[in-house]
């Protein structure tokens, strides 16, 4: 178990967080999935790899990026949803957690604002 001072840098989301894409990050998860669907023309995981880089240098992203883009495609998500969906591509939870901070400095993802809660019923004494 970590401790207090063995955390790793970074923005501390709450835990019921939600994320979204941006329109900008929208515009990359498009790219990303029409560079990975030209890659299956071609056979081997090679092409698939090199299609990923490709995609990253033009956009000055990591290249596993796209995944994280990927899985807010159909909606927002929270940091759980995000890994338990990418936990068999071996990502982990911290990997996540770098991956937001990041896509959400460069305006690709967005925290979602959850709209207040509802005003309290009024009292009759």
Not at 17 to 35: D, I, T
Not at 63 to 82: A, M, V
Request: glycine share 8%; aromatic share 6%.
């Amino acid at each position: 178990m970590t401790g207090i001072f063995e955390r790793s840098p970074g923005k501390r989301w709450p835990r019921s967080q939600r994320f979204q894409l941006s329109s900008k990050g929208s515009e990359a998860e498009a790219s990303y999935r029409e560079v990975i669907v030209a890659a299956r023309v071609e056979s081997g995981r090679q092409s698939f790899d090199a299609a990923r880089a490709a995609w990253a240098s033009r956009l000055t992203l990591d290249p596993n990026d796209g995944l994280y883009l990927g899985e807010l495609q159909s909606g927002p998500r929270s940091i759980e949803e995000i890994t338990r969906a990418l936990a068999t591509c071996g990502s982990t939870k911290q990997e996540v957690h770098v991956a937001i901070d990041r896509l959400t400095g460069l305006g690709l993802m967005e925290a979602v604002i959850p709209p207040p809660p509802p005003a309290p019923p009024p009292h009759r004494w």
